[in-house]
């Protein structure tokens, strides 16, 4: 099922997304006042969601509506750095031994195709495209073995990088937590359409330029590998994000580096999740 977060001007609402409808939980009697509520509850409310797929009532043309965020206020946003081998390369550095970790804050939500702010004090902005996991329910101390079983779904994310920020210091969270840099959705697919999550082609398209190509089976650490290393540290939450990391072609890697521009269009995709797209608009 393909769950999104959406508005037709009468406040958020969350619905799932069937071809080129949507159909709203939020109308008549509420299945959910929102996605983190929906996803907490997923267990107890998925029957009445497929119910109300199989009907006619509250649907809307995916046209019609905008799409918000997927989850609006996630209560963490985790982004695992270094964690494809040819990203690793590019940067001039060694695989990592462990994972490398990074908080991203809840500031950086921004709704799939709105535009990307580039801030004023800095230029050096870059794109990576990332396999976003969300956390399904309580996630405290499981191996990867269990981790496969607190993943409630996939998006597609884009971890916008002020590279100035972000390489100043040896913490990156400034860097990686401006305002707006954290697009992701469409939707939510859940865990359950997908699979394996590690066999899936991942982009980022500039201007049509295709700039990152790869696939997820080229994760040093696999999704679930995260989640155990995570999970010992931190007790994940229904909603919860992961940025599981992006593959080779970043912009600042390149030569001459190749930052974002105003005006730029940033289009990041995975197979079978769908895309994002925004255009960089710089902050007056």
Not at 157 to 178: E, H, M
Request: hydrophobic share 40%; aromatic share 6%.
């Amino acid at each position: 099922m393909k769950l999104a977060t959406f508005s037709t001007g009468r406040g958020l609402e969350v619905g799932a997304v069937v071809g080129d409808e949507i159909v709203s939980f939020t109308r008549g009697v509420v299945l959910a006042s929102d996605m983190t509520a929906l996803i907490a509850g997923w267990s107890t409310l998925r029957g009445e969601a497929q119910a109300r797929l199989a009907g006619s009532e509250h649907r809307l043309k995916l046209a019609d509506v905008e799409l918000s965020a997927p989850v609006t206020k996630p209560s963490k946003i985790m982004a695992i750095g270094l964690n494809y081998a040819d990203h690793v390369a590019e940067s001039g550095m060694v695989p990592p031994e462990r994972q490398v970790w990074f908080a991203k804050m809840q500031n950086t939500v921004l709704a799939p195709y709105a535009s990307i702010p580039i801030p004023r004090v800095s230029s050096a902005i870059d794109y990576e495209v990332e396999l976003i996991a969300v956390i399904g329910k309580s996630t405290k101390s499981v191996t990867r073995v269990e981790a496969p079983d607190h993943v409630f779904g996939y998006c597609v994310g884009n971890d916008v990088s002020v590279r100035d920020y972000q390489l100043a210091t040896p913490q990156w969270v400034l860097g990686k937590s401006f305002d707006g840099h954290g697009p992701f959705g469409p939707w939510i697919t859940t865990a359950d359409e997908i699979g394996d999550p590690h066999r899936l082609g991942i982009r980022c398209l500039v201007n049509g330029e295709v700039r990152q190509s790869s696939n997820t089976r080229h994760l040093i650490f696999n999704v679930f590998d995260q989640i155990e290393h995570l999970s010992g540290a931190m007790t994940l939450e229904p909603g919860d994000l992961i940025y599981t990391g992006t593959p080779a072609g970043v912009g600042w890697a390149m030569s001459p580096k190749q930052v974002l521009k105003d005006g730029d269009t940033v289009r990041c995709e995975i197979d079978e999740l769908g895309h994002i797209e925004g255009v960089m608009r710089r902050c007056e």
